[in-house]
């Protein structure tokens, strides 16, 4: 990704599944119930979190990226599966809330590799997250970097991390009562 005076600008990498995403899509009905929530896909690409979300009944799902072909395509797939009318799509970049904000959870697959965006990507979250919401994010590497946690309470966050088989889950929330399923 490279920078534009305005955050993150779009790099192509929203084209193709990434694994640690694919990975949180098919484990995500197993680690929260997205039931009756507003959630958001950040740096949706094709969209294949937020489409979980809404087949799990999620109430209202934002698809947000800074790549208006992603977004395209993501809009696509959710036309595709009669899910439009509780879907929205929006042109993103990080350090700026998410329109339609706050969101109840917000889902981000393989979003972590960056760490000169991991303070911009912090200020979107928390400028974007319900008061007792929650964010995970999948990342495929054991360990995540250590500098996310002091960011994650520079802007009043807590940050959990869990590791399952082949990627680590990074949970944000506003309050530090939640708890992923086991």
């Known amino acids: 990704r490279r920078r534009d005076g305005r955050g993150v600008s779009d790099d192509g990498t929203g084209g193709y599944p990434w ?5 949180l899509t098919r484990d995500l009905a197993a680690i929260v119930s997205c039931a009756g929530l507003t959630v958001c896909d950040l740096g949706c690409g094709r969209g294949a979190l937020g489409c979980a979300a809404l087949a ?26 009669g899910w439009s009318a509780r879907a929205s799509f929006h042109r993103h970049r990080w350090d700026e809330p998410i329109p339609l904000a706050p969101y109840d959870l917000i889902l981000g697959g393989d979003i972590l590799y960056r760490p000169d965006f991991f303070s911009e990507l912090m200020s979107t ?21 250590p500098e996310l946690a002091g960011l994650a309470s520079a802007h009043g966050l807590a940050l ?14 506003v309050d530090s009562g939640h708890r992923l399923n086991d």
């Open 56 to 81: 799990s009944g999620a109430r209202r799902v934002a698809f947000a990226d800074v790549n208006p072909d992603a977004l395209a395509t993501a809009e696509a797939i959710v036309a595709d599966r």
């Open 160 to 173: 959990r991390t869990k590791r399952r088989s082949d990627h680590t889950i990074a949970w944000l929330t």
């Open 19 to 23: 694994p640690a995403g694919e990975r």
């Open 125 to 145: 979250i928390a400028a974007s997250l319900a008061a007792d919401g929650r964010c995970l994010l999948s990342d495929p590497r054991k360990r995540l970097d």
